[in-house]
């Protein structure tokens, strides 16, 4: 009596194909950074065309301007890296732009004291 019941898929709009590379870019990207030893990730909003190092500058200014705890102890963007997770040891490049990164969720960690000396 029962069984699987299949409906022809029912598309509204055209989807892009590998043969009409139509694809849209997005205007904007929502990112999420967590900062160490901080509880949640702050969402930042930007451009694809922006940078690493201008995703690193605007997580501290929301960071500071949403008075989260704890404080941070340096404020200066360049005294910190941006990793994929926690766990990877090799930091993004600064001039890398956003829409090449392939990732969304990113960590924000203090660098070593000897590397930014």
Known sequence: MGGIVSTPPTHKFPLPTMETCDYVRPSKLLLNVTIENSLGAIQVL???EDTVADLVNAALLIYEKEKRRPLLKDTDPKCYDLHYSPYTLQSLKPNEKLKNLGS???????KPLASFS
Not at 104 to 110: A, D, E, I, K, S
């Open 104 to 110: 969304r969720n990113f960590f924000l960690r203090l």
């Open 46 to 48: 930007l451009s694809p």
